[in-house]
C-alpha cells in the first residue's frame, strides 16, 4: 500500500479535518473546485474526500462525480480520481454500480477476495479457481486458454450490446447513425507479444463477423506500440510505481492526427483491470487529442477495494496455475502444436535456477518450441539483457547440438521452411 493511501485510511478512520469544514463551505463545492483540489497536491486529495463525503444527496453526489469525469483531466487527475472512487466504495459511501458509472468498463468475470484471500466472484461470491487457473495459463501463453478468455471476451461484448441501453451499445448506435469509426486500443508489444494481444487478435475476428451481420460497423484494430523494453515485475509493483512507468515508458499512443477530421470513438481492450494505470493513459490521451468517447474491455476486473489494499494482487492471479516451478500445466503451455512465446513465457524460462533444470526443461519439450523461444528472444533483443543473457546462451547451446542452429547462432533456413 502506498503512504498516500496508508494516509488516507488514517484519516477516514479519525474525524474529519475540522478546518477543511471551516475552509470549504458545502453550499461552494463545484466541479471546477473539486477539479483545483485533485489537481493540487496530496492534501488536496484529502480534502476533496472530506468534501464529497460532506454531500448528503446520492443524487448529487452522482452528479458531481459525473461532471468530473466526463470532462478531459490530467492522467493524474484520472488516477487520484479512481483512488478516491475506491476509498468510498470501500467505506460504502457508494454503491459498486455507482462506482462503475464513473469508468465505462465491462467484463466478463469481475472477481474479489474472501476472507482467506482467495479468489470469488464478485456477484456471487463463489470460488473462482477455475476460471483463475485459465487466465494463469493463458497469462504464460497457454493457446488454448488464450483462446477460452477470447470467447468469454466474445461473449460479453455480444450481451452489452444485446442489452441496447449500455455505454459500449450507445457507441455502436452513435457510429451507425453520424458515420463514425470505433478504433480498439490493445496494450502493444516490442516483438514478444503479450497475452492480451493474442487475446484481442482472436477475439476481434468472431466480434467483427458477428458486427458485420447485424449491419454494425467493424471495428479497426490498433495495437500500441512499445519503444523500451516491457517492465518484467509490473504485476508486483505498487500504485505510485505503476503510475511512474506509465508516465515514463509506456505506449506510444496516437496524437492529434489520427483524430483529425475523423471521429473516433475508443475501445480499450486488455485482459485484466487492475489499478487502471494504462487504462487511464489512454484514455485521458485520447479524449484530450480527439476522440469523442472511451470505453474499456476487459476479460477480468479485480474488485477496487481489494486493489486498494494490495496493488500486487495482480501477481497472485497470474501464478494460480503457474507458479515459476515445473508442473503438468508449464509442460502443457510448451507442448501445444500452435505454442507462440508471449512476454510472460520467459519468466518460466526465468525461474529456472540452474542449467541443469533449465536443460532437463528443453528436453521435455518439442524443438520447435525450443526454437519458437529463441527466435522471439533474439528479436526482443534478450541476448543482450543482463537478466535473460545467460538463460538464452544455454538455449542457442541446445539448439547448435540439435542441429536447429548454426556454430554462430544463425537458423539453419532449411529449419524455418520446415516449421
Not at 520447435?368 to 529463441?374: A, D, H, L, P, R
Amino acid at each position: 500500500m502506498s503512504k498516500l493511501q496508508s494516509d488516507l485510511e488514517k484519516k477516514y478512520i479519525n474525524q474529519y479535518l475540522s478546518s477543511v469544514k471551516l475552509l470549504i463551505p458545502k453550499k461552494s463545492l463545484t466541479p471546477k473546485h473539486l477539479e483545483s483540489l485533485l489537481l493540487e497536491n496530496e492534501e488536496g486529495v484529502l480534502k476533496t474526500v472530506n468534501i464529497i463525503i460532506e454531500i448528503d444527496s446520492e443524487k448529487k453526489f452522482t452528479e458531481y462525480f459525473q461532471v468530473l469525469v466526463n470532462h478531459k483531466f490530467s492522467y493524474m487527475f484520472t488516477k487520484r480520481l479512481r483512488l478516491i472512487a475506491s476509498i468510498l466504495l470501500d467505506k460504502s459511501l457508494v454503491s459498486y454500480g455507482e462506482y462503475k458509472l464513473l469508468f465505462p468498463t465491462c467484463a466478463y468475470e469481475y472477481l474479489t477476495t474472501d476472507c482467506c484471500g482467495k479468489f470469488i466472484t464478485e456477484d456471487k461470491k463463489e470460488e473462482a479457481e477455475e476460471f483463475t487457473r485459465v487466465y494463469s495459463r493463458a497469462k504464460h501463453g497457454s493457446l488454448k486458454d488464450i483462446r477460452m478468455l477470447a470467447r468469454y471476451v466474445v461473449e460479453v461484448f455480444k450481451i452489452e450490446l444485446d442489452k441496447g441501453n449500455t455505454s459500449l451499445a450507445n457507441i455502436f448506435k452513435s457510429a451507425e447513425l453520424n458515420n463514425e469509426v470505433i478504433v480498439l486500443l490493445v496494450p502493444g508489444s516490442r516483438n514478444i507479444e503479450s497475452a492480451s494481444n493474442v487475446i484481442f487478435d482472436i477475439a476481434l475476428k468472431s466480434i467483427n463477423i458477428f458486427l458485420a451481420n447485424i449491419g454494425m460497423p467493424t471495428i479497426i484494430n490498433v495495437k500500441l506500440p512499445r519503444l523500451d523494453p516491457p517492465v518484467e515485475n509490473y504485476a508486483s509493483l505498487s500504485l505510485i510505481e505503476r503510475e511512474r512507468i506509465s508516465a515514463t515508458q509506456d505506449h506510444v499512443l496516437p496524437d492529434m492526427n489520427f483524430y483529425h477530421n475523423r471521429k473516433v470513438h475508443i475501445l480499450f481492450g486488455d485482459d485484466v483491470l487492475i489499478t487502471g494505470a494504462t487504462a487511464d493513459k489512454v484514455k485521458k490521451q485520447a479524449l484530450m487529442n480527439g476522440a469523442i468517447s472511451f470505453h474499456s474491455l476487459y476479460a477480468v476486473v479485480i474488485d477496487p477495494v481489494v486493489v486498494l489494499k494490495n496493488p500486487s494482487i495482480e501477481e497472485k492471479l497470474n501464478v494460480t496455475a503457474i507458479s515459476g516451478r515445473l508442473c503438468k500445466d508449464i509442460f502443457s503451455i510448451f507442448n501445444q502444436d500452435d505454442f507462440i512465446p508471449v512476454m510472460k513465457t520467459y519468466n518460466i524460462i526465468l525461474s529456472l535456477n540452474s542449467s541443469v533444470e533449465l536443460i532437463l526443461f528443453l528436453e521435455n519439450i518439442p524443438l520447435k518450441s525450443v526454437m519458437k523461444i529463441y527466435i522471439y528472444a533474439m528479436g526482443n533483443g534478450y541476448l543482450n539483457h543482463k537478466k535473460y543473457k545467460k538463460h538464452l546462451h544455454i538455449v542457442r547451446s541446445y539448439l547448435i547440438e540439435n542441429n536447429y542452429l548454426l556454430q554462430n547462432g544463425l537458423i539453419i533456413e532449411e529449419r524455418i521452411l520446415s516449421e
